[in-house]
């Protein structure tokens, strides 16, 4: 009993330091983006953004792996600059906000792509479904202290979809052939982190 003691208290001992070295940092709503492009009419892209997010990165430095990383994003807030077309987006044509208010990112395993790059993959829920997409990352940044004495770090991550994945099947076919609305829709986040 006390060999398997000892074995316990030797793990513990071992991993503390691994422990320690993660820290908690917020997503900073006010300096951070989720932007999206897609594909319009089959000649041009449509840019567009979410306004509200919020989430939390569990950061570690001694092993990057063992970071986690978790994004809320309110659908409502979809800004492309075009009014009718943003109603249009939250419409049951499209995200259905009434019904599927937010979109979530939890990762599941982080793994080194390079130097100062990485590949987050986690499961994406949107439209009340949830599949697994790979982020590729850039960052985090070394620790900056802002002139308010707040510590801050960033990161870009972007990624790939098919919006159609994820029951975002709307669309209209074009006389000249091909549809109004692209399925594949690139996704980039500007993260800007808090320490707690």
């Known amino acids: 009993m006390k060999r398997i003691i000892a074995a316990i208290a030797t793990i513990l001992a071992l991993a503390l330091p691994l422990i320690a070295s993660a820290t908690t940092w917020t997503i900073d709503p006010d300096h951070s983006n989720v932007g999206f492009k897609v594909r319009h009419l089959m000649i041009s892209n ?12 569990d950061l570690n430095d001694q092993d990057v792996t063992a970071s986690k990383v978790s994004v809320s994003i309110d659908t409502a807030s979809i800004n492309t600059n075009v009014q009718k077309r943003d109603e249009h987006l939250r419409s049951a044509d499209f995200f259905d906000v009434a019904k599927y208010p937010t979109m979530t990112f939890v990762s599941k395993k982080v ?11 986690g499961d994406l829920t949107l439209h009340g479904v949830t599949k697994e997409v790979v982020l590729d990352v850039e960052g985090p940044t070394a620790e900056s202290k802002d002139p308010w004495g707040h510590i801050r770090r960033g990161a870009t991550a972007t990624t790939k979809i098919n919006r159609k994945d994820f029951g975002l099947v709307w669309n209209k076919t074009l006389e000249s052939g091909g549809v109004a609305v692209g399925e594949e829709v690139t996704i980039t986040l500007e993260i800007e982190l808090l320490k707690k």
């Open 111 to 121: 793994t080194k792509a390079g130097a100062d790059k990485l590949k987050v993959t």
């Open 46 to 57: 449509v840019k567009g953004s979410f306004e509200k997010l919020t989430g939390s990165v």
